[in-house]
């Protein structure tokens, strides 16, 4: 995707946002839009209402008492506009895959048809929530909201997020079943549940996942790395030969009512295997390097966090945290799409176009906020010119300065065979 087409796919987003209503001089649309674009501001470090109050008043050239902004970010209306604006985001960034013919050969050989990542991050509340947003240890946090994200690797955005208060088990809180249809989900312990496994199984999907220790998995066929003699014991309490570098079985688990592909690493530092359980036919010394791929939306997460200041909520007021969550939703949906768009202006052969760290579109965007605030509401054609002069300089910080070592995923295009000499 070219970079005009990026800057309308955002235009075409905030269109969804009303220009105008008879409640202010501020219409919905502007105050979303300074909103966003607003969220890093800051007083001596710290993010506060207060500064984002006094950042939306300039950047707008008008007043806005403190009640007045108050009430209006904390009202049912703006999570609605917001809502809608992150739903539209998501839709319009679904339709985007990464070019290059080694991702497309890489979903050819794994039979998928991408690579979804899911995991949740907890974000520190004001104790005041505490009542609304339960954390799940008061000597560590009394109030925290989760968030719950799945990052699809190859459109590189968010394809599904639910928000949670802290004390609630990422298990209750998974993507619908109808996204999987033919992706490969990878996700960790917090959402182990063998119905869940069976349930993606049934539809079409491919999940890839660590087993927890305590479940109960019965040896039905040996594949690799153990005698048959070890056919109908329990994989976990049967004593397995120590250093072997593969094992991999068919286990029942739950009694017998499901059957799936069982994995094991051996892990020379914790002196034991690592199990991971999956209905993936790839080779399995790919199940590993696969699985580590879920870094990628912990960078997400972190990305979020510093570059939107998701972790400097200072309300506990539940509307308010709702809205800020997507406000801070919105960049960074759109950050990676763009930041894409932005490395392919310096590549003529798609296929070597490197893919952009996640952080650092972050801190793009946030670092072109003026900019981009500008080109979404006046929409002259300087105010694109300028926006995209402000973007190209930081082209070149969008790729990793460390060149030579190599990522979670060129590691899997290398164990693939799918990996040139240039990426």
Sequence with gaps: MDLGTSLNGFRQCFNVVPEHDNRSKIGPRQFVINLIFNLNAMDRGKRTLGA????????????MWRGGFWERLATERLFGFLLLLVQTAMQQMSNIVLPGHQLQSLMDFLKVKGILVLDSTSITLPEMAGAIFPGPRNNVASAVIKWHNCFDLFGGSIKWFDLSPGTSHDSNH???????VGYLIIFDLGYFDLCTLQAIANIGGYFLC????????????????????????????ARLPKGKSVIEVVGSFGGGLFYFRVIGFWNPID?????YVTNLSAPPKLIYPLYRLRWYVELFFKMAKS????????SANPNIVYNLLLASLVVAILSQPLAFSLVTLKYKDENEVPIPSVQR???VVANASP??????????????????????????ELIDPNRKRESSMQRVLRMSGLRSEKW
Excluded: Q
Aim: charged content about 25%.
């Design 307 to 314: 570059s939107w200041r998701l972790s400097d909520i200072t």
């Design 210 to 237: 660590r087993i927890k220790s305590n479940t109960v998995v019965y040896i039905e066929e040996v594949v690799r790395g153990l005698p048959e003699s070890f056919v109908g014991k329990r994989l976990f309490s």
């Design 174 to 180: 998974f993507p619908d079943l109808s996204l999987l």
């Design 271 to 275: 002196n034991c295997y690592h199990w």
């Design 361 to 363: 579109a972050g801190i």
């Design 52 to 63: 984002l109050r006094r950042s939306i008043t300039k950047a707008t050239g008008l007043p």
């Design 371 to 396: 900019e981009l605030r500008d080109f979404l509401l006046t929409g002259r054609a300087s105010a694109e010119s300028k926006l995209i002069s402000c973007l190209k300089l930081f082209t070149d």
